[in-house]
């Protein structure tokens, strides 16, 4: 009786081993992400993840006084491209969304205001993209730039 106690907890054991250690790729993630060529938003940076396609982060940030970006040129690399996006300003709301020759939106972030938000855009391929503040204007009054990948 006891070899059978004994040899039923090996066993349970080794399945709990098995179990915890299971090499999937799936990954919880607190972002929601968008596919070059799909719509929607992304907001926050995603957690860990499987393999596939290189990654690159770039950083933007409004003007706090005026409605500008502090830079209209960005260049990141072919594949996942996070935008790390901060509006310091506690006055007027902004956001950063991408679009893709044509007039096809990758993504946008939230619109913030006083803070940082990130857009994740999944599988970008090299090219010509352009972002901009999609609130009241903004894009008009100038709040836009190019995303260059390669």
């Not at 830079?71 to 956001?95: M, Q, W």
């Amino acid at each position: 009786m006891r070899k059978f106690v004994l040899t039923f907890a090996l066993a349970a054991l080794a399945s709990v081993a098995l179990v915890a250690c299971g090499g999937g790729s799936s990954s919880e993630s607190t972002s929601t992400s968008t596919e070059a060529g799909g719509g929607g938003a992304a907001t926050t940076t995603s957690g860990g993840g499987g393999g596939g396609g290189a990654s690159s982060s770039v950083k933007l940030a409004a003007d706090q006084s005026d409605i500008a970006f502090d830079t209209n040129s960005l260049t990141a690399k072919a594949g996942n491209v996070t935008i790390d996006f901060d509006n310091p300003n506690d006055a007027l709301g902004h956001d950063v969304c991408v679009e893709a020759e044509g007039e096809k939106e990758l993504g946008c972030s939230n619109v913030v205001t006083g803070q940082s938000t990130t857009l994740d855009l999944k599988n970008v391929k090299p090219g010509t993209y352009t972002f901009y503040c999609s609130v009241d204007s903004h894009e008009a009054a100038g709040m836009k730039g190019t995303l260059t990948v390669q």
